[in-house]
């Protein structure tokens, strides 16, 4: 069942939602905010379930401390993986101050470079 809404919202939030709608991002002006209401309910019961669930802990086996949240905040950060769509550029370093292992490849025939021995591994 719907019902209607009247609503005053801010005028930059209005025009994101125009936009979506312009875009084909959202069917229609009534859609976006539907969508928008129901993320917020989404979010209100998932920060009561959090909110329950930390009160039985804590009744349980006693207040979280700032301490043990700043370690816990320490831990997940050590364990965090950077994800980038795109490399970031390398910096540009003349090739004469480039390690070894990226200097230019040797450009001689190949029957006049030194032969490397395998090491057995």
Not at 8 to 16: G, H
Not at 24 to 37: E, I, K, Q, T
Not at 56 to 79: P, V, Y
Not at 88 to 109: K, L, N
């Amino acid at each position: 069942m719907r019902s209607r809404l009247s609503a005053t919202v801010d005028s930059e939030l209005l025009e994101a939602a125009r936009e979506a709608v312009a875009e084909g991002r959202a069917p229609s002006l009534s859609a976006w905010v539907n969508d928008a209401l129901q993320r917020q309910l989404e979010h209100d019961r998932r920060m009561r379930a959090l909110d329950e669930f930390l009160e039985g802990f804590e009744r349980e086996h006693g207040t979280i401390t700032d301490r043990e949240i700043q370690e816990a905040s320490r831990r997940l950060r050590g364990r965090a993986v950077t994800v980038r769509s795109t490399p970031a550029p390398a910096p540009s370093r003349p090739a004469d101050t480039q390690p070894p292992d990226t200097q230019p490849p040797d450009t001689r025939p190949p029957d006049t470079l030194p032969r490397r021995s395998r090491s057995k591994r």
